[in-house]
C-alpha cells in the first residue's frame, strides 16, 4: 500500500457527525501517549498531519484523515489518562466506544501498546470490551526504538503469555513498531492494503 495523499477531513465528539459517506476506515486507539497520532505521521510520511505531544491528553477528538482520497485513518483520544476520572476510566470514553459500536465502516481498529510496559489492567480491559463486541483489532506495539531487539522479545512473549491467561485462545495479530525510526511501517501498511482489498 503507498499513501500519495493524506488530508484532514474533520474532528468530532459525536459519532453521528463523522463522515457519512461508506469509505473503509482504520482506528488508533491505546493509552494516551503511546503514540497513536505519531503513528499516523509516520505512515503518511507527515510530520504534522495528527497533533502530537510528549504531555498524554493530547488528542481529544475524533479525527478523520482521508488517504489516496479513498480511505480514512481515524486518530482518537486516547484511555487511561490519570486525570480522567475512575468511572470514565472504567467505561472508556463514551463516545469511544460509541464510535466502536457504531462505525460500520471500521474494517479494523489498531490497539496501540508502548513496549516498554509490562501488561496493564486498562489494556487487557479494553481488548476484552472489543472481543465481547467483535470488533476486530490488531495491537500495534510501539516505540520499538526504546528497547533492545532482545527486550523485544521478551516483552512480546510476557504479552502472549498475558493474554492467554487472560481468556484469550490465541494472541491477536500484531506489529512491532517505531514512529521514529519507521520500523513495522511496511508490515502495517501491506496489512492495511490486504485487508483493504477483501
Ligand atoms: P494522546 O493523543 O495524548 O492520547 O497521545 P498519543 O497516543 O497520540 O501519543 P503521541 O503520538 O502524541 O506521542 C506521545 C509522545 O510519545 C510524544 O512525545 C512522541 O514523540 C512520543 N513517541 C510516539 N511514538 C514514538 C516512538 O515510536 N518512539 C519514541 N521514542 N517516541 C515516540
Ligand atoms: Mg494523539
Known sequence: MKITSANFVISNSEVSKCPTNKLPEYAFIGRSNVGKSSLINMLTNRKNLAKT????GKTQLINHFIIN???YLVDLPGYGYAR???SAKKVF???ITEYFEQRAQLVSAFVLIDI???PQKVDM?????MGEHQIPFSIVFTKADKLKPKAIERNVADYKAKMLEDT????PNY????SSSGIGKDELLSYIGEINME
Open 93 to 95: 470514553q463514551k463516545f
Open 175 to 178: 506489529f512491532i513498531t517505531s
Open 84 to 86: 480522567v476520572s475512575k
Open 69 to 71: 482520497n479513498n480511505w
Open 116 to 118: 516498554r510496559h509490562e
Open 125 to 129: 480491559e479494553f481488548m476484552q470490551w
Open 168 to 171: 484469550w485462545e490465541e494472541m
Open 53 to 56: 505531544s510528549g504531555r498524554p
